[in-house]
Structure formats: structure tokens, C-alpha cells
């Protein structure tokens, strides 16, 4: 896991219940990928992402924000139900 | 036998004509939501495979739309960033839509949570449902038609 991937978790993993790391590394050291957490239950699709965007604002240095990429922000019935 | 279906030229008009299919689905009688659903992620996805293709990597056949992501220029990943559209498409859509009988779908859809503390019949939450689906592909679609034409500008 690389460093930034590394602090991503670090920062969302008090503020996310029940939180599972589907990131993925990649090339030049930015993270992409799905947060998976309970805490996204009750939140529509821009809130998750404004959540995310702020504890990313409090935490990381701006270098390492320009470096996350898109995060998808799941629940755990979003990431488990399968349609077939 | 030559495969075209791998060329980024050739996933990228394709990514177009599917998009188009999956607003006929839902702006022309008789509706299709499955295949609304379906064909608007497939655009997306195709888009994604154009970009990542024309920048050197290989096909893969698995169907995640955040692994494409993965192999997309930045300029992308920074399109989507924090847009509420790519967090909707990520979350609703499945590959395994394809397979749906309409039932299906709304069965999916309320595993999934979606419905609940809506006004309407079973249609009108399908209907609203695959809507929102179809916007939010539409936009992050837009976005990857956005790179691909300046990068292929060059």
C-alpha cells in the first residue's frame, strides 16, 4: 500500500463506521477506487462526497489532495447486492 | 478474424451510440429501464476503455467501472472528483442489470436501498430511478468525451 493510500485510511477510517478500503494505487502515487462504510447509509450521493471532501481538506496538504483521484463512496448493500 | 471492438477509435463511437440507445429507453414508448440502465453504463464504460486503450493498456474484459477508471489519464480522475453522479453510477450499477426481468430490477433496486420513502407506484420509482441512473452516466460520459477529444486533438 503506498504512503498516501496509507494516510487516505488513516483520516477516514474514525469519521466512517464499519469502513472497508477498496482503494486502488496508482501510478505517481495517487489513490482512486470505493470507501465502503455504514456511516454513507442515510447520506444521498453529493453528501457522501462532500464528507469525504472535507475530512480530505482537514488532513491532507494540498499536494496530497490534488493526489486522490475519483473516490466512490458506497454503502454496504451498494457494494454487496449483486443483480445476479 | 480482425476485432475492431478493441480500438479506441471504435469504443469511442460506440460509447455515443449506446448513450443515445439508453436515452431512446427512457424518452421513447415502450420504455425499457433494464435496458436504459444497462446501455448508459455500457457508454460509460466504453468511453473509459477508449481512453484507457489509446493510452496503452491492455483489454481486459472485467467490467468495474472503478478499475477502468484506474487506467484513465488524471485529467479524468480529476473530472470526477467529488461529483455526486460518478458516486451514484459506482453505487447503483451492476453488470448482472442485463439479466433483469423489470421485477428483477425493482428488486435489485430495493436491496440496493433505493425506493424506500418515495411517493408513487413501482413504476414511477423504476422510472425515477433509472432517470437519475441515466443523468448521472450521462454526465461522467460527457466528462470522458471531454478528455478524449483534446487528447486525441493533439
Known sequence: ?84 | MLDLSYRPNVLYLASIERMAAARRMIDDKPYDYVLASYLARLAVEAIFQALAREGGTAHDARHSLSKWLSKCPSPLHDALKGLAEWNLLVAVWDNGIRYLSFDGLVGYLRKNGYGYGKKGGVQSLVRQVTIDLVDAAETVHKKGLAIWLSSTRR
Open chain 1, 1 to 84: 500500500m503506498a504512503k498516501l493510500h496509507e494516510k487516505v485510511i488513516r483520516l477516514l477510517r474514525p469519521h466512517l463506521r464499519d469502513m472497508h478500503d477498496a482503494l486502488d494505487d496508482l501510478p505517481g502515487g495517487r489513490v482512486c477506487g470505493v470507501i465502503v462504510s455504514s456511516s454513507f447509509n442515510s447520506m444521498d450521493h453529493q453528501k457522501r462526497q462532500d464528507r469525504l471532501h472535507a475530512i480530505f481538506k482537514r488532513g491532507l496538504t494540498p499536494a496530497e489532495l490534488s493526489a486522490v483521484g475519483a473516490i466512490a463512496a458506497l454503502t454496504p448493500a451498494e457494494a454487496s447486492v449483486k443483480a445476479m
